[in-house]
């Protein structure tokens, strides 16, 4: 059988991830890199044995020789690149969020509907072993409807100092908010319906990122679930891990709380104090299999082109998403509650 010829688009941590997945996975061939820094383009190609490094993602998706493109580039720039591999009839798996704004997430979802190409968006929670048992446990009753929850996502002041060079072009809440309205969708099988969310600076812009400090968010569901949610990007680096990740929800019938934020079972003591190593979303497999829920998520691309399984998250979701998240902008913006139509 012949493999899914795979090209990368953005040569960053993440893009490294996906470019890691297609060289292992049987059934892909890492084919072409691309990354406007062309020395991170060679790297990357030379790293994992791609056959071509480009700088220009259009060259890229032009090439015959590539069958599917992920895009792991900054949240406000996947717009032009997914249109243009869709308009190329190419499989696309892209990195959250779909798009920054409403206007271009339904661009995508209508050139994903007339596109040959599948469409899906990393939302990599959605096979986090704990979350999925939350979303078991709440779609199984075991604590009735869920009535209010809190949810919290949050990074430590190195992301957006540090291991950004885009942060002050992006905020906590769509770099992570992305990620917690997902989660909460997903749990809840549900849709947002209402926000009100309020948001500071002041820390971050005096260090040279002018952005948002925080979002703090109230989202109403239509089954009548509310969720308070936190995204921020000012916790103090002596946290043990640089995010911090929480949920609970109270039902009729009980509660159930979750920390994916690290596995506590592993710490380590330097001299910055304590640290938690994360063994869950990476772990050690063998050369030719790869393990934990972020690599598995991009695992679940390949299964959707190649066996035609249902996507983890398709373009629907990601416009929901971002609908969401443009909702709490606006709310923020107005000082009032914003419906979702």
Not at 14 to 19: E, M, P, V
Not at 42 to 59: C, H, I, Q, S, V
Not at 256 to 275: C, E, F, N, Y
Not at 287 to 305: M, W, Y
Request: glycine share 8%.
């Amino acid at each position: 059988m012949s493999k899914l010829r795979m090209g990368v688009i953005g040569a960053g941590l993440w893009g490294n991830n996906h470019a890691h997945t297609f060289n292992v996975l049987p059934e892909t061939e890492l084919v072409g890199v691309c990354d406007l820094d062309e020395g991170r383009a060679l790297k990357m190609k030379e790293n994992f044995g791609a056959a071509e490094a480009f700088t220009d993602y259009r060259k890229l998706i032009a090439s015959d020789d590539i069958d599917a493109v992920s895009v792991a580039t900054p949240d406000f720039t996947h717009t032009p690149i997914i249109l243009a591999a869709l308009k190329a009839d190419k499989h696309v798996l892209s990195e959250k969020p779909l798009a920054t704004t409403v206007k271009e997430a339904e661009d995508i979802a209508e050139a994903a509907a007339v596109s040959k190409g599948k469409l899906m968006i990393d939302f990599h929670n959605r096979v986090n072993p704990i979350l999925a048992q939350v979303r078991d446990m709440i779609q199984d009753g075991q604590i009735g409807l869920a009535k209010h929850g809190t949810a919290r996502l949050s990074n430590t002041t190195f992301v957006p100092f540090e291991m950004l060079s885009w942060a002050a072009k992006s905020s906590a809440l769509w770099f992570l908010g992305s990620h917690l309205v997902d989660v909460l969708r997903f749990i809840l099988a549900d849709e947002v319906t209402r926000v009100y969310a309020v948001a500071r600076s002041g820390t971050l812009s005096a260090g040279g990122v002018d952005t948002k400090d925080f979002h703090a968010s109230i989202l109403e569901f239509s089954k009548g679930t509310v969720v308070t949610m936190e995204n921020s990007w000012i916790l103090a680096r002596d946290n043990p891990s640089l995010v911090d990740f929480k949920l609970e929800f109270v039902g009729e019938k009980g509660q159930i709380q979750a920390d994916p934020t690290h596995s506590g079972g592993l710490r380590r003591i330097v001299d910055g104090g304590m640290k938690f190593n994360d063994y869950i979303g990476m772990t050690p497999t063998g050369a030719t299999r790869i393990g934990g829920f972020v690599q598995e998520s991009i695992a679940r691309f390949v299964d959707s082109v190649v066996r035609d399984v249902p996507l983890l998250a398709d373009a629907n979701d990601g416009l929901a998403n971002t609908r969401v998240l443009a909702a709490i902008e606006e709310s923020v913006a107005s000082g009032i509650p914003v419906t979702i139509g």
